[in-house]
T-cell receptor
Framework: KAGVTQTPRYLIKTRGQQVTLSCSPI?????VSWYQQTPGQGLQFLFE???????NKGNFPGRFSGRQFSNSRSEMNVSTLELGDSALYLC????????????FGPGTRLTVL | SQQGEEDPQALSIQEGENATMNCSYK?????LQWYRQNSGRGLVHLIL?????REKHSGRLRVTLDTSKKSSSLLITASRAADTASYFC??????????FGTGTRLQVFP
């Protein structure tokens, strides 16, 4: 079974631009969560989707948004990029939303110049 | 939701030694998970222990859970250089999302 895939793996943007990151969960997994990891803030929860519905949201500004498609693939979007958005963005999938083991993708390394 | 806090923040040992890292949390949980992250990569699930379990083993890993003290520990026996990574605990209560702490950075020297 293929693991969680994230595209692109690396991205360089400039301030003010927007970016869309993609995540394909493991086949059969319906829950997708997104995390931001930075050296200063650690691993922070962004949001979680299940069956195309956002179930949980972390404490991030509205510039961060996401969605999930009917095939469980998910995208997250960051608009009006700031230098502080430079981070490793991790996507994780699980079979369902409650207490299940999460399978992480390799992440997308975003650099904002 | 709640966050686990790992201790120590960093740990350096020699190959063959045992490594112990701890996790504390604040409210009641249904289960607690441990994850490993190699530098700059995604997290890998190691083990899940339920609130009604006290100890669980997986290969060289041993996890204990003390719900009365709201703490868990992860023991890695006979450490190898390949165990060098950051380790995170994720307690899970009534809410669904996992909140990770800052992790313990383990360095195993050959």
């Amino acid at each position: 079974k293929a693991g969680v895939t994230q595209t692109p793996r690396y991205l360089i943007k400039t301030r003010g631009q927007q970016v869309t990151l993609s995540c394909s969960p493991i086949s059969g997994h319906r829950s997708v969560s997104w995390y931001q990891q930075t050296p200063g803030q650690g691993l922070q929860f962004l949001f979680e989707y299940f069956s195309e519905t956002q179930r949980n949201k972390g404490n991030f500004p509205g510039r961060f948004s996401g969605r999930q498609f009917s095939n469980s693939r998910s995208e997250m979007n960051v608009s009006t990029l700031e230098l502080g958005d430079s981070a490793l963005y991790l996507c994780a999938s699980s079979l369902s939303v409650r207490y299940n083991e999460q399978f992480f993708g390799p992440g997308t390394r975003l650099t904002v110049l | 939701s709640q966050q686990g806090e790992e201790d120590p923040q960093a740990l350096s040992i020699q190959e063959g030694e045992n490594a112990t890292m701890n996790c504390s949390y604040k409210t009641s949980i249904n289960n607690l998970q441990w994850y490993r992250q190699n530098s700059g990569r995604g997290l890998v699930h190691l083990i899940l222990i339920r609130s009604n379990e006290r100890e669980k083993h997986s290969g060289r890993l041993r996890v204990t859970l003390d719900t009365s003290k709201k703490s868990s520990s992860l023991l890695i026996t006979a450490s190898r250089a390949a165990d060098t990574a950051s380790y995170f605990c994720a307690p899970s209560g009534d809410t669904d999302k996992l909140i990770f702490g800052t992790g313990t950075r383990l360095q195993v020297f050959p």
